[in-house]
Nanobody, 114 residues
Framework: QVQLVESGGGLVQPGGSLRLSCAASGSITFYVMGWYRQAPGKQRELVATITSGGSTNYVDSVKGRFTISRDGPKNTVFLQMNSLKPEDTAVYYC?????????WGQGTQITVSS
């Protein structure tokens, strides 16, 4: 069992930056880690993933603005978000996936507004 706790959310102006963290309660060495988001009235969507080997993947709407990374020894995953837009407003969820095991964090709210 892996518990995931997100932090770093909040209110930011358009064009600003935030860094989300996801701390895992156990080893996530072999997990594919991801960030998802869900805006009001919309389905949850994949934002970015990173494999155990460090390969990354992003949804087109955040490419060039967001960066996912992981700190293996600290069992932590990050999402650096730059040039934020109002359409990035959503609850962001951390996800850990390995074979049939899938875990989710509780989510952290990001609001991009002036």
């Amino acid at each position: 069992q892996v518990q995931l706790v997100e932090s770093g959310g909040g209110l930011v102006q358009p064009g600003g930056s935030l860094r989300l963290s996801c701390a895992a309660s156990g080893s996530i060495t072999f997990y594919v880690m991801g960030w998802y988001r869900q805006a009001p009235g919309k389905q949850r969507e994949l934002v970015a993933t990173i494999t155990s080997g460090g390969s990354t993947n992003y949804v087109d709407s955040v490419k060039g603005r967001f960066t996912i990374s992981r700190d293996g020894p600290k069992n932590t995953v990050f999402l650096q978000m730059n040039s934020l837009k109002p359409e990035d407003t959503a609850v962001y969820y951390c996800n850990a996936r390995h074979i049939t095991m899938v875990y989710w964090g509780q989510g952290t709210q990001i609001t991009v507004s002036s």
